[in-house]
């Protein structure tokens, strides 16, 4: 992803994400082209505690886990 951003605007300098991680960032390529890399720790912490504890409440209440039909 980061090697075609790179191409496509060769003034870049920063990319940013909001996720915790790097894993989706090229970091070979960041770093041979000197792109800064930045993320975002702990901004999504409350927000997936209260999607996986809305999942749990679903689950109980259906009795069980298993496919989803709308």
Excluded: C, H, I
Aim: net charge negative; charged share 15%; no cysteine.
């Amino acid at each position: 992803m980061l090697t075609d951003s790179v191409d496509a605007a060769p003034g870049l300098k920063v990319v940013s994400n909001v996720a915790v991680a790097y894993g989706n960032f090229d970091l070979a390529a960041a770093k041979s082209r000197e792109v800064l890399l930045g993320n975002t720790p702990g901004v999504l912490t409350e927000a997936f505690a209260d999607f996986v504890f809305a999942l749990r409440l679903a689950a109980a209440r259906a009795g069980g886990w298993g496919p989803w039909y709308p």
